[in-house]
């Protein structure tokens, strides 16, 4: 599966993300169903994670789908 490269802001400061495509797309409707943007929820993930971003942010989807979600 080819990974993406995704521009997002944390703390104020550019990063980029790369993930799957259907993870990104899933991300988003994470955030959305939260009531949160993409870049709120990066950053709360980031404040948290334990390795790397694009890991983390794989992990909380999994998480979210599973219907454990954590809460960020």
Known sequence: MPLN???VRIAGHPT????EPEFWAAF?????????TVGALVTEIDARR???LSSAIRLFVLADLE???PTA
């Open 50 to 52: 334990e390795g790397g």
């Open 67 to 69: 219907g454990g979600g």
């Open 5 to 7: 490269k995704y521009s």
């Open 16 to 19: 980029s993300i790369s993930l």
């Open 28 to 36: 988003g409707r994470v955030a959305a169903r939260r009531g949160k």
